[in-house]
């Protein structure tokens, strides 16, 4: 069957049966995993270009920059444009260039955001007494010493605030493997300096929300949000007002689904995601 469940209630049948004027794509857990396309994806984004449908890609992961990322999806077969990749990296300068111009920032990164930062024109420092803000990110070269850093810049010169890139604990690999996400980075900040990260520029919050906005240029209301995970995916549609659809190939499953209040459930439940489009599953 299509559709496993319909799990909140609507004036259609369980599986879409239009095309929206906007698909807005998770990527980790919705179009591929690790390496490899999941199945029904190749064979959707593909429909969907054919009928000139709009479609952006969203990602939490602030390791790969958008043209990285439009490479990736190259190897696997998929052609997109940059213009239609927003992540973290993206969100977090724009962020940055609008709500907090000419500040100073820390960013606790790896390579793809620190060049963005650096071509953006935005300062960087590790002088605690510089430091306006720290960015905790997705960061698999994290050390004491960067911790120290931001402990310094935050708690003893009072001087810095922290933000994440994206608020994921994990980052989901094939066979069930995984790895610590930047939420992790922001809990030993917060533990040690007893402040509370005061913005998220990843999926479900605001400020990505914004970037989609404007990479789209149609109405968010018409549009459809698909991942893999209740927190950040279908969060960030209840918070838009979209309807959402949740693919069952990546973090969640229908059991995490069915223990969550019905506020926070996905419109669409699917097992794979070439579902999504009337008669193409």
Known sequence: ??????VRPMAR?????RLYDAYIFDLDGTIYLGNELLPGARRLIKHLQAHSVRTVFLSNNPTLDPDMYVEKLRDLGLHVD???IVNSVVSIIAWLNRDHPGATVFPIAEQPLIRALIAAGIPISEDPEKIDIVIASYDRTFDYRKLQIAFDAIWQFKRAILVTTNPDQYCPFPDGR????????VAAIEASTGVRCQANAGKP???????????L?????????????????????????????????GETTLEMVDSCVPSQRPTFVLERIDHLVPGLG
């Open 217 to 249: 240029k149609v109405n968010l209301a018409d549009s459809i949000m698909v991942g893999d995970r209740l927190y950040t995916d279908i969060q960030m549609a209840h918070n838009a007002g979209m309807d959402s659809a949740l693919v069952l190939t």
């Open 1 to 6: 069957m299509t559709v496993v469940r319909e």
């Open 82 to 84: 940059v213009s239609s």
């Open 178 to 185: 995984g790895q610590p996400d930047a939420a992790a980075i």
């Open 13 to 17: 049948s369980g599986a879409p049966d």
């Open 205 to 215: 919050d605001r400020i990505m929300l914004d970037c989609v906005a404007e990479a």
